[in-house]
């Protein structure tokens, strides 16, 4: 390999580099002071200027988006698991849990991701992930309605917004377990046929 195609692929390199430093450390901080985070702190200690951040991620919903999809195996991990129940009740269930515990993976998470699933604004990268999540939840209400437990007219996008309803309240930390166990008691009946109630 000769000195200037080394050089020429040197860049791509460090590009990757910072790349990736600016993730670990942005999940670093997302973990320890919230999403509201300052982006100007997590450059610091990737160990590059704000505007190598701004480069990779224009905005804290870009950085935010690519920190999430790092952590996406867990989500996925989890649907394995929940495929092997056979019940499409408690499917649901598990996942509306499983979802709740991803928005609480950071403090504030829930904000962004409520407002990119309403499109607010065009062009967010979290509407991305919000949608695919809606989609994915959308396919777990369906098997449970023609199973005949979730009422008609439950749609996903109402139980995504449960659920990251349940993780904001969650991250407030007003309230204990008991309490948020019976909110999740009151979403299901929510959306539970009647005959399925009891």
């Not at 973990?31 to 985070?37: K, N």
């Not at 649907?79 to 993976?105: C, H, K, P």
């Not at 504030?108 to 409520?114: F, H, N, Q, V």
């Not at 062009?123 to 098997?143: H, K, S």
Request: aromatic fraction near 6%.
């Amino acid at each position: 390999m000769g000195a200037k195609e080394q050089q020429g692929r040197r860049p791509r390199a460090d590009v990757q580099r910072n790349r990736a430093a600016l993730l670990d450390a942005a999940q670093r901080h997302f973990l320890r002071y919230g999403v509201g985070t300052s982006l100007e702190a997590v450059a610091k200690e990737a160990g590059v200027g704000p505007g190598t951040l701004y480069r990779h991620f224009p905005t804290r919903e870009a950085l935010l988006a690519s920190v999430l999809q790092t952590r996406s195996e867990e989500l996925v991990a989890r649907q394995a698991e929940i495929a092997r129940l056979g019940d499409a009740a408690e499917a649901l269930v598990q996942w509306l849990r499983a979802m709740e515990e991803y928005f609480s993976s950071f403090s504030g998470l829930p904000e962004p991701l409520m407002a990119a699933a309403r499109a607010e604004e065009p062009g967010n990268p979290l509407t991305v992930p919000c949608d695919t999540l809606i989609a994915t939840t959308d396919e777990y209400v369906r098997a449970a309605q023609l199973a005949g437990h979730v009422r008609p007219g439950v749609k996903g996008y109402d139980l995504f917004l449960a659920a990251c309803s349940v993780a904001w309240i969650k991250g407030t930390g007003a309230t204990g377990e008991e309490s948020l166990d019976r909110l999740r008691a009151l979403i299901e009946i929510g959306y539970r046929e009647r005959d399925d109630e009891a």
